[in-house]
Nanobody
Framework: QAQLVESGGGLVKAGGSLRLSCSGT????????VGWIRQAPGKEREVVAT??????????VYEKSVEGRFTISRDNIKNIVYLQMNDLKPDDTAVYYC???????????????WGQGTQVTVSP
């Protein structure tokens, strides 16, 4: 059974940076699409970044509001997926989850495996 564990969240001032990590057991991230999804209070869940499997070219896609500021990457040896977040804004405040699925569609629709989330709070 797949287990995903996020870490790296915290409190940061606007303009600062954080790097989130998602460690997986019982799942090989390189064989799966993996994404970072965030949920802020009162807002809809938002897929902020995704990366496809190695066999499908490790393509990355970003939500428009984070493009140029966030970078998703994967260490296939350590089986960890990262989300580097730079130039953080108060609107980035949310619980960030990682999710993995065989197909990217599973990540986007939320039907893949999920972690427990990590809180990111950006102060003005």
């Amino acid at each position: 059974q797949a287990q995903l564990v996020e870490s790296g969240g915290g409190l940061v001032k606007a303009g600062g940076s954080l790097r989130l990590s998602c460690s997986g057991t019982g799942i090989t991230f390189s064989d799966n699409a993996v994404g970072w999804i965030r949920q802020a209070p009162g807002k809809e869940r938002e897929v902020v970044a995704t990366i496809t499997s190695v066999t499908t070219g490790e393509s990355t896609v970003y939500e428009k509001s984070v493009e140029g500021r966030f970078t998703i990457s994967r260490d296939n040896i350590k089986n960890i997926v990262y989300l580097q977040m730079n130039d953080l804004k108060p609107d980035d405040t949310a619980v960030y989850y990682c999710s993995a699925a065989r197909l990217l569609l599973g990540v986007i629709t939320g039907t893949g495996s999920w972690g427990q989330g990590t809180q990111v709070t950006v102060s003005p």
